[in-house]
C-alpha cells in the first residue's frame, strides 16, 4: 500500500477494466466510410479516472470522407470541457505530410467526447489540419495514448 497508507476502502483500486475496441477511422467535416486492410485492432486499460488506449490501423481508403483524421469511437470520454487532453505517441508510416507541417505528430481528444484526432503541428503555430483525408487515404497509424476519463 505505500508509506503511510491503512488498507481501507479509501486506498483500494476498484475500478480496473481491461478491453479491446476497434478503431472507427472518419473525416471531422464529413464522417464518409473508411476501408481498412488487415489490421485495424485497438485494446484499453482503464485504471480509475485514466485509460490507456494502444492500437493499430492500416487505413486503405475512404468513400465520401473530408476533414481532420479521427477516431470516432475511443472507448471512453473526457470528463470536462477542457479542450484537447491527451498524451503518447503516435506513428504514421506512408503518410504524405506537407512539408512545412513535419515537426511533431499529436493525438487530440476533443472536450466531452470520445474523439481522437491525430493532427501535425509546425513552426509557430497551432495544430495543423494536415492529417486529414484530403491528404492521404492509404496508410498505417500506431497509437499509445493516455487521457483523463470520468
Known amino acids: 500500500l505505500g508509506n503511510s497508507l491503512t488498507l481501507s476502502a479509501a486506498n483500494t483500486m476498484d475500478d480496473y477494466e481491461e478491453g479491446d475496441f476497434t478503431p472507427d477511422w472518419r473525416g471531422a467535416s464529413a464522417l464518409g466510410t473508411t476501408s481498412y486492410g488487415t489490421y485495424n485492432t485497438g ?13 493499430f490501423s492500416e487505413i486503405s481508403g475512404t468513400s465520401g470522407g ?13 470528463p470536462d470541457a477542457r479542450k484537447y487532453r491527451a498524451v503518447g505517441h503516435i506513428n504514421l508510416e506512408s503518410f504524405d505530410i506537407a512539408d512545412d507541417h513535419k515537426i511533431d505528430i499529436m493525438a487530440f481528444l476533443d472536450k466531452n467526447s470520445n474523439h481522437m484526432h491525430i493532427r501535425a503541428t509546425k513552426d509557430n503555430a ?25
Open 66 to 78: 473530408s476533414g481532420v483524421w479521427f477516431i470516432m469511437n475511443m472507448p471512453f470520454s473526457t
Open 43 to 55: 485494446s484499453y486499460v482503464k485504471i480509475g479516472n485514466q485509460v490507456t488506449v494502444r492500437g
Open 126 to 150: 497551432g495544430a495543423g489540419n494536415s492529417i486529414n483525408v484530403a491528404s492521404d487515404t492509404n496508410f498505417q497509424v500506431y497509437f499509445h495514448i493516455t487521457y483523463q476519463t470520468t
